[in-house]
């Protein structure tokens, strides 16, 4: 197959396109979680709402991902990348126009479908268009570069967010989307695997989506329900069976969507365990860490944005280098370090109790978010580079759909589980502040039901006194909740790094 310089016009062309349209799917993320407080007021959103709509996405995305991947091997990486942009950019329109959560739930579920065909594709286009010597290169410079506009979207999102204009965090991805299509039709050759000439592996296609589905919808449905209703059990227990079903199919398969063949390179699987632990740590962390310092902290939408500015300009000035190295020397020390490092950063911010708004961020969060930045730089090009490595070149878009399902997963799996924690954290803490107040059993059992929105849980009109000591309280309890999150997110990122300090070798990274 192939290849082009990095520097070439081909080259430059490509980076730019994959990298625009990656950053629409990004940016959606980051400036979504900076939006929930003002999103919550205007669409009279429950707590629970707020995971639906996050996780509405993520449940489509996560089912579908594989799938897109696979897709784009056999027919095509460039059209059906653009036929996910086309998708992803009809969703986000209707997500900006939506006037009820169920609407807008209901569109997010469009983007995901998009995002699912979208996704995969600029890492599998990079992977087999760019000169293999280039690789790491290329896929730092993506890495930094998407990070650059992803955390412009908090600072974004916070600003549209304080002027009541928080719909347009969604319309922005409409402009974004449109120039990359034209500069995907116009400057970039279409690239599949002509050696496969095999058709899609329909079964495996199908019993894959539905067991992600109701895994996802199982998780999704714990912090509403219970682990002990059906809907939970019932869902995750269906999806683990049809999960065994897709690996007998694929076990069987002349021409099976995901080879398991990838999984014998340790590496391979090394480096999607790291990845699931990291970004499910990751993920409750930004979006706990969020809610914080709007509802809390008395930080304004725009000023929780720019908190992230540090990590922002960390990744411009190590993601990149720090690919190359990789390339150089080997992903293994960065794929050790760097989540060990992420992880330290979230556990310093999990002690960071009551401050006095954003005066006090340079000696509050800003130790914190620089160590978690430093981290996730010296992670996030290394990591992506050694999945796409460890294939080889006609299984790119299939490693893409796999590394970036392990993402998207394990977003789940923080927002499902974690906000059933939280909430749980929440409560037992608001409780035992309750304890030994002059508050009736009928009042207390009246506070304690606003548990279920955290941050945003309102004083009950119907009490006649201590309504300011009952506010306190709330926030003492979110903040002891926000704590023990941080600390279980840390908990992941070392995960993380032990999975890279057990299956990672500079080595053993071959093709498979």
């Not at 506009?149 to 002027?163: K, R």
């Not at 080889?392 to 399902?405: E, K, P, Q, R, V």
Request: aromatic letters at 10%.
């Amino acid at each position: 197959m192939a290849t082009v310089a990095l520097k070439s016009a081909a080259g430059k062309w490509l980076m730019a396109s994959t990298i625009l349209a990656s950053s629409m799917a990004f940016i959606d993320a980051t400036a979504l979680n900076v939006v929930l407080p003002a999103l919550q007021q205007g669409l009279k959103a429950t707590g629970a709402d707020l995971f639906w709509i996050l996780n509405a996405y993520l449940l489509m995305l996560a089912s579908l991902i594989l799938i897109g991947g696979a897709m784009g091997d056999k027919l095509g990486r460039r059209k059906v990348f653009m036929c996910g942009i086309f998708i992803f950019i009809l969703g986000s329109a209707a997500c900006g126009i939506s006037g009820s959560v169920l609407m807008l739930v209901v569109c997010r579920v469009l983007q995901g479908i998009g995002g699912a065909l979208m996704i995969p594709g600029s890492l599998s286009l990079i992977s087999s268009s760019i000169n293999p010597n280039e690789r790491g290169k290329a896929i730092g410079t993506w890495s930094a570069f998407t990070t650059v506009v992803t955390m412009g979207g908090p600072v974004l999102g916070g600003a549209l967010a304080d002027a009541g204009l928080w719909r347009y965090i969604f319309f922005i991805n409409v402009p974004i989307g449109v120039i990359a299509l034209l500069m995907l039709a116009f400057k970039v050759n279409e690239i599949r695997d002509e050696d496969n000439k095999a058709g899609l592996d329909f079964g495996g296609a199908i019993t894959i989506a539905l067991a992600l589905a109701l895994i996802t919808f199982g998780f999704l449905r714990v912090p509403s329900v219970g682990l002990s209703n059906i809907q939970a059990y019932g869902s995750l227990a269906g999806g683990l069976i049809l999960l065994l079903i897709f690996i007998i199919i694929e076990i069987k398969s002349s021409n099976p969507m995901m080879p398991l063949k990838l999984f014998n390179n340790s590496t391979f699987s090394g480096a999607n365990l790291l990845t699931f632990f990291l970004y499910a740590g990751l993920g409750a962390g930004m979006l706990f860490l969020s809610l914080n310092l709007v509802q809390i902290q008395g930080y304004t939408q725009l000023q929780s944005g720019l908190t992230f500015l540090p990590f922002t300009v960390l990744m411009i000035s190590i993601a990149r280098f720090a690919g190359a190295l990789a390339d150089k020397h080997g992903p293994r020390l960065f794929l050790i370090v760097g989540p060990a490092l992420a992880g330290s950063g979230l556990l310093l911010l999990s002690f960071v109790k009551q401050t006095a708004g954003p005066a006090a961020y340079w000696t509050t969060f800003f130790p914190g978010v620089l160590v978690l930045g430093l981290g996730m730089s010296f992670t996030v090009a290394p990591l992506t580079a050694t999945v796409m490595a460890s294939v080889s070149d006609h299984f790119s878009g299939t490693a893409s759909g796999i590394n970036n399902a392990m993402t998207r997963i394990s977003g789940v799996f923080a927002n499902a589980i974690f906000g059933a924690l939280a909430v749980l954290f929440f409560s037992t803490a608001l409780q035992q502040n309750l304890q030994h107040t002059s508050f009736t059993t009928t009042d207390i059992q009246l506070i304690v039901s606003q548990a279920k929105n955290l941050g945003n849980a309102k004083v009950p009109p119907i009490l006649s006194t201590g309504k300011q000591q009952v506010e306190t309280y709330f926030h003492e309890a979110f903040i002891s909740a926000y704590a023990n999150i941080m600390r279980i997110s840390a908990g992941l990122g070392y995960l993380g790094a032990l999975m890279a300090l057990v299956f990672i070798r500079n080595k053993a990274i071959k093709k498979t």
